[in-house]
């Protein structure tokens, strides 16, 4: 059972846009910074966004990310058959003092 | 840029303390967070833990008890020990950095696949 939530699954249609939920507390997301990554399986993870929304050098703007409240998302615009992988978010706990991460979205594109 | 190679056994039996070390190429210790995280198979991502150069820890609650973290800066290295290993211990282990532990990963180990078996 993960800290964060997340949704299982997402699918859009080439070219189309999805978006990710992250839900979590007071204790993580509320007070401390998000976090997204892409896993490709037998590659290492790949950070997408940090701080809520920034995007590391490379990272094409086609991946979003934002924050409100306690809960997360990230957003992927138009969608292509690379992206498909399953993503994370994750965060800091200050409760269990432990970086946590939700339990991954798997993107299929139809 | 900082790059981590990452290296270990892949094979342990159950009882033993499963070790892995990271090397950091092309940065040095100083001003970061050094993390640990796997992943089992068909399972979600697990973060394990993270050391700074001072030696500074802080572990997953629920792997606490059996987890060791430690650096040596004269080799630019950081090790993980996991003791008292069982087969819920099989999974992909990344070595990671990051700026501090409220901005994430941002740069990651190749991974390495250890398995748990007599």
């Known amino acids: 059972q993960s800290v964060l939530t997340q949704p299982p699954s997402v699918s859009a249609a080439p070219g189309q846009k999805v978006t990710i939920s992250c839900s979590g507390s007071t204790s993580n997301i509320g007070s401390n910074y998000v976090s997204w990554y892409q896993y490709v399986p037998r590659t290492a993870p790949k950070l997408l966004i940090y701080d809520n929304d920034k995007r590391p050098s490379g990272i094409p703007d086609r991946f979003s990310g934002s924050k409100s409240g306690t809960s997360a998302a990230l957003g992927i615009t138009g969608l292509q058959t690379g992206d498909e992988a399953d993503y994370y978010c994750g965060t800091w706990d200050s409760s269990l003092r432990s970086w946590v991460f939700g339990g991954g979205t798997k993107v299929t594109v139809l | 840029q900082v790059q981590l190679q990452q290296w270990g056994a892949g094979l342990w039996k159950p009882s033993e303390t499963l070790s892995l070390t990271c090397a950091i190429y092309g940065g040095s210790f100083g001003g970061s967070y050094w993390s640990w995280i796997r992943q089992p198979p068909g399972k979600g991502l697990e973060w394990i833990g993270e050391?700074?150069?001072?030696?500074?820890?802080n572990y997953n609650p629920s792997l606490k008890s059996r987890v060791a973290m430690s650096v040596d800066t004269s080799k630019n290295q950081f090790s993980l020990h996991l003791s008292s290993v069982t087969a819920a211990d099989t999974a992909v282990y990344s070595c990671?950095?990051?700026?501090?532990?409220?901005?994430?990963?941002?740069?990651w180990g190749q991974g390495t696949m250890v398995t748990v078996s007599s």
């Open positions: 990671g950095q990051s700026p501090d532990h409220y901005h994430g990963v941002h740069i």
């Open positions: 050391i700074n150069q001072s030696g500074s820890t």
